[in-house]
């Protein structure tokens, strides 16, 4: 069975970093691409940035330019955000996504086929 896990998060101060990794694992010829998107409590879910199947594109929400990073991790469908100088109001759980068709990124919830099981990420002093 063909599906996205997801790995990392935890608790970090302020100003800290933490990294999440993502992974279409299971017997696929495709290439993805792959989207993380959070939700807050109370809150609906948002986009918060995306890689193409090539990792050669990449697209971010404004409210984590500059402090987040996505890129391909090492292998083939598997991807990793890194995230820097990270607020209280990034705390949320995040959760990566995938799509097998189309180039470039998706910013869109409905663009994704496969949801990982979400990952929960607090930014408390």
């Known amino acids: 069975q063909v599906q996205v896990v997801q790995s990392g998060g935890g608790s970090v101060q302020p100003g800290g970093s933490l990294r999440l990794a993502c992974a279409v694992s299971?017997?696929?010829?495709?290439?993805?691409?792959l989207g993380w998107f959070r939700q807050g409590a109370g809150q609906e879910t948002e986009f918060v940035a995306a890689?193409?199947?090539?990792?050669?594109?990449?697209d971010y929400a404004d409210s984590v330019k500059n402090r987040f990073t996505v890129f391909r991790d090492n292998a083939r469908n598997t991807a990793a955000l890194q995230m820097n100088d990270l607020k209280p109001e990034d705390t949320a759980v995040y959760y990566c996504?995938?799509?097998?068709?189309?180039?470039?990124?998706?910013?869109?919830?409905?663009?994704?086929?496969?949801w990982g099981q979400g990952t929960q990420v607090t930014v408390s002093s």
């Open positions: 890689l193409s199947w090539t990792g050669g594109s990449t």
């Open positions: 299971g017997r696929t010829s495709k290439t993805y691409a």
């Open positions: 996504a995938a799509r097998s068709i189309g180039f470039g990124t998706f910013n869109q919830y409905d663009d994704y086929e496969m």
